[in-house]
């Protein structure tokens, strides 16, 4: 093996592993970042707990990816442990997709044509979606041009005798598990070592015997990045990376006896697995085995482990048993016994639960000025989780009152819980335009790297502070239940300053000031949902009038 075949299998991977991670970053952003509100919204139930970790896994690829975000949501509250689970599991089927499709060995023919092809869409592209499809066709492409790299430097080694020797000891399961954990660890991608063997398996040389017991090895050692992203969160989180090794290691235990099993002069699993290849694929490909001995090793697993997952769970919670501060993050007052115990004290629990809801939305108009100001995207972040917590309040607000206008109600209390609904509605629609519309332009503003001019961020600092100043005045108004306040926030309203903003901003855009101009529609976006919010308020300030009348 030559030094020019050194530099072809480095250059290979470091392609292969390139392409998948940002075939992985541009798939999630197809998706337009909202895989933390699917996995909350269809986890609910093992079966749709299951499909959903299998389908957000096959589209982001990385098992690991979906992990540390079930990991942050449990830590968040916004997720149970137990809901967990079945978003583990479902995970671990859905990361053998990728090694499935580069067992196709006639698509590195065509890396070169998705390369290519990726490029052209890409420059053509005029939206930030076509962009990020046309970056997924050519980081697809990277991925199969590195494996045939890959493979092509190997094909030397099928005739080097140390290489030989160190191959034939991998066949003993125990040494070959430990080598793809290792290496798994290293480069965090159960999918990549797989890809990698079969890369190896194309050029002749490695076995199905040797390739299983590296893939065993990877399957735990994928665990690393879950582990390590749950270092800073709290307990629950914690927990919720930890069963995820569990689960592999039961399904290695459990492959690793298959191997132990001699049958019909092979061992067990491997005989199974070709045998399936041949009967049910009519294919003898050693890829599509190696690919397949990586996706029964899950499918076996889970056909064990959900029978036995009450088991397996107490057993767990003996060793990591759950604390009393970690509780999921949900109502605090509002309780079902309270509509049958009074009518008065409903609504009470009710408004408190608003103000919890009112509080998060302060903090998420405070926390806008951060975002615009820093680059750091983990104030964005923060503030996508408020809004998470807002939603679920939100859902439990809505159900409660929904059930109590069903009770026999006086004329004020009616009044008061059809505002309350009102009240609540436009709360959660101010959280939606600062998390999904007013968030989505801070984002862009980073991304792109854009400027406002001096005066223009002047402006908008001073909207902004009007309108937190508003939100407070609200604040206190629905606190108090202050009719007096209320009045002038809903008579303050139609002192709009808004246009006169805009006008001003479309001047400097007529005198041609080059950062006006790069960030005209951020500007020009943050002035109307300022003017959104402050018409919410107002709105929300005569509900509070109509409660008093």
């Known amino acids: 093996m030559t030094i020019w075949n050194l530099f072809t299998l480095f250059g290979g991977l470091a392609i292969f592993l390139f392409g998948m991670m940002e075939m992985n970053k541009h798939l999630t952003a197809i ?53 967990s689970l079945a978003v583990t599991l479902g995970a671990e089927l859905g990361s053998t997709l990728l090694p499935q499709l580069v067992a196709f060995p006639s698509i590195t023919k065509f890396a070169t044509l998705l390369v290519a092809l990726g490029f052209i869409v890409s420059l053509v592209a005029k939206t930030k979606r076509n962009r990020h499809i046309a970056m997924t066709i050519f980081t697809f492409g ?26 034939k000891n991998v066949e003993t399961p125990i040494l070959g598990i430990l080598l793809g954990l290792v290496f798994t660890m290293i480069i965090q991608s159960s ?39 749950s270092l800073t969160l709290n307990w629950e989180a914690k927990r919720s990376a930890y069963i995820h090794v569990v689960f592999q290691m039961i399904g290695v235990v459990w492959v690793f006896i298959l191997l132990m099993i001699p049958y019909q002069g092979e061992r067990l699993y491997i005989w199974g697995i070709k045998w399936f290849c041949f009967k049910v694929l009519r294919t003898e490909s050693l890829a599509r085995q190696i690919a397949m001995a990586f996706t029964f090793m899950p499918v076996i697993n889970h056909f064990i482990v959900f029978p036995c997952l009450n088991i397996i769970v107490k057993v767990f919670n ?21 509509i049958a115990q009074s009518v008065d004290l409903s609504l009470m629990m009710v408004k408190k639960e608003i103000m919890r809801v009112a509080e998060y939305i302060q903090v998420m108009l405070l926390e806008t000025k951060s975002a615009f100001r820093s680059k750091d995207t983990r104030v964005i972040d923060n503030i ?19 059930k109590l ?4 109600l006086t004329e004020i209390e009616s009044r008061k819980c059809m505002n309350y609904m009102y009240i609540q509605n436009e709360l959660e629609s101010i959280g939606d335009i600062v998390d999904k519309n007013i968030m989505i332009l801070a984002s862009k503003k980073i991304d792109q790297n854009l400027k406002f001019s001096e005066e223009g961020f ?37 002192n709009k300053e808004e246009e006169k903003y805009k006008k001003l901003h479309i001047k400097r855009l007529h005198k041609g000031l080059e950062e006006s101009l790069a960030t005209s529609s951020v500007h020009l976006d943050l002035i109307s949902y300022f003017s959104r919010i402050n018409g919410q308020i107002a709105y929300i300030a005569d509900r509070i009038l109509w409660i008093k009348e």
């Open 384 to 402: 996508q989780e408020m809004d998470s917590k807002v939603d679920i309040l939100h859902q439990i607000i809505i159900s409660f009152l929904a």
């Open 458 to 494: 002047f402006e908008l600092e001073k909207l902004l502070r009007k309108l937190n100043k508003n939100y407070k005045k609200l604040f206190n108004a629905l606190l108090n239940d202050d009719k007096v306040l209320a009045k002038k926030i809903s008579k303050n309203y139609k």
């Open 405 to 408: 206008s069903q009770e026999e």
């Open 191 to 229: 999918g990549a070592t797989t890809g990698i063997t079969i890369a190896m398996a194309m050029a002749g040389t490695i076995s199905l015997e040797q390739a299983i017991p590296i893939n065993l090895g990877a399957a735990v050692g994928t665990c690393i990045t879950a582990v390590l992203g």
């Open 31 to 83: 998706a337009s970042g909202k895989m933390k509100s699917i996995m909350m919204t269809l986890t609910r139930g093992k079966v749709r707990g299951y499909l959903t970790g299998l389908g957000i896994t096959a589209i982001n690829q990385s098992s690991s990816a979906t992990t540390v975000l079930e990991a942050a949501l449990v830590g968040a509250g916004l997720m149970t442990f137990q809901q």
């Open 318 to 338: 003996r060793i990591f048993p759950e604390r009393e501060e970690d509780k999921p993050f949900g109502a605090i007052y509002i309780k079902e016994k309270h």
């Open 142 to 167: 990277l991925l199969f041009l590195g494996m045939d790299m890959m493979s092509s430097s190997l094909k030397p080694l099928r005739t080097y005798e140390p290489f030989i020797l160190l191959m």
